[in-house]
């Protein structure tokens, strides 16, 4: 329905004083049928105000339901959208307008401890310290990832219009999801001004301390970044992994990298201060789980390639990004980053 004319009140103020319909076109500048509908329904209802139950009325987010939902969700707020509309038997889309339209309320992740939330506020107040001086410019951020031969897709948004699934098969226009499809673990580095090869461990290979230091640090990271670097300091950032705060691993850190972040340095359960993990691994995902893979040799010479095409203004992007969410997990106090 078409939403009433803003000049409504201003019509009816000139028509009642007195005005002619046709004057009030001239000074308002609105369409004759304006004006003329709008007196036409004063003298009918008397107001110009809108009729009661103007529009159809709702029939699923009714008062009665949003009551349900605010006392569903206040018996257990983990409840998820979906799982609430299967429940009460209406779509999720229906379900979010009133958890999200008439109740406000927002899905967050589960908060860290008190504990964890202090420790990731006084390590991020340091970190942000250290890049005031521009450190996170010669630092080198690194992780580790899985990454599938399968496809990434939403079940609920991937649809085929076909007569048969059959043709639809045929068509190659299904996905199917193996409940242990082929896998690898990547491992990359990323700095202001360049990134690692990539490497690929070897499939059931554990990483531990041992491994994460003769395969990882010694044959990959280490000859790239005295060549990258070329004499210049640098430091080197890993997370919380065992493998990396194995003493072990501390102490060949300590030993062989002219400067590193400790284990008791780094924020813990800190996804949202690496680079890797909140920007590069996510848009590498995408581009590579874009369609299945026939192999693991197919899916990593697909990984070389987008990992190749990353651009060197992109990667400092991503690194001139970590001031800003240092500052954003301190004002969350250690909490997580949500999306409000």
């Known amino acids: 329905m078409a939403p009433p004319s803003p000049h409504r009140s201003s019509i009816l103020n000139l028509f009642k004083a007195g005005v002619p319909p046709v004057d009030i076109i001239k000074r308002l500048g609105v369409p004759s049928r304006t004006v003329y509908d709008s007196i036409s329904r004063f003298k009918k209802l008397g107001t110009f105000l809108d009729r009661c139950g103007r529009g159809r009325k709702p029939?699923?987010?009714?008062?009665?339901?949003?009551?349900?939902?605010?006392?569903?969700?206040?018996?257990?707020?983990?409840?998820?959208?979906?799982?609430?509309?299967?429940?009460?038997?209406?779509?999720?889309?229906?379900?979010?307008?009133?958890?999200?339209?008439?109740?406000?309320?927002?899905?967050?992740?589960q908060p860290f401890s008190r504990k964890l939330q202090r420790r990731n506020g006084s390590k991020g107040q340091k970190s942000l310290q250290r890049t005031r001086n521009g450190e996170h410019l010669v630092t080198v951020f690194s992780d580790e990832k899985l990454f599938t031969v399968q496809a990434e897709f939403n079940p609920q948004n991937h649809r085929v219009l076909a007569e048969t699934s059959e043709e639809a098969f045929a068509n190659g226009r299904t996905i199917h999801q193996a409940s242990h499809p082929a896998s690898v673990m990547v491992f990359g580095a990323v700095c202001a001004d360049g990134k690692s090869p990539l490497l690929f461990v070897d499939q059931g290979v554990k990483i531990n301390?041992?491994?994460?230091?003769?395969?990882?640090?010694?044959?990959?990271?280490?000859?790239?970044?005295?060549?990258?670097?070329?004499?210049?300091?640098?430091?080197?950032?890993?997370?919380?992994?065992?493998?990396?705060?194995?003493?072990?691993?501390?102490?060949?850190?300590?030993?062989?990298?002219?400067?590193?972040?400790?284990?008791?340095?780094?924020?813990?359960?800190?996804?949202?201060?690496?680079?890797?993990?909140?920007?590069?691994?996510?848009?590498?995902?995408?581009?590579?789980?874009?369609?299945?893979?026939?192999?693991?040799?197919?899916?990593?010479?697909?990984?070389?390639?987008?990992?190749?095409?990353?651009?060197?203004?992109?990667?400092?992007?991503?690194?001139?990004?970590?001031?800003?969410?240092?500052?954003?997990?301190?004002?969350?106090?250690?909490?997580?980053?949500?999306?409000?």
Not at 78 to 93: C, D, L, P, V, Y
Request: with cysteine.
């Open 59 to 109: 029939t699923v987010v009714t008062p009665d339901r949003i009551k349900a939902v605010k006392e569903r969700i206040r018996r257990n707020a983990h409840r998820s959208i979906r799982k609430m509309a299967k429940g009460m038997k209406i779509s999720s889309r229906s379900m979010g307008r009133i958890v999200k339209d008439k109740l406000k309320l927002t899905c967050y992740r």
């Open 209 to 340: 301390k041992e491994v994460y230091i003769s395969q990882i640090l010694e044959k990959t990271l280490l000859p790239w970044a005295q060549k990258h670097f070329n004499g210049r300091r640098w430091v080197f950032q890993q997370d919380g992994a065992p493998a990396h705060t194995a003493k072990l691993s501390q102490q060949w850190c300590e030993t062989h990298l002219p400067a590193f972040i400790p284990k008791d340095e780094w924020p813990p359960s800190s996804p949202d201060l690496n680079p890797l993990d909140y920007f590069i691994w996510g848009v590498l995902q995408n581009k590579v789980n874009a369609k299945p893979h026939s192999s693991i040799e197919a899916l990593k010479k697909t990984l070389v390639k987008e990992w190749d095409a990353l651009s060197p203004e992109y990667l400092r992007a991503t690194i001139d990004a970590y001031p800003r969410c240092l500052r954003a997990v301190i004002e969350k106090r250690g909490g997580r980053m949500e999306q409000d």
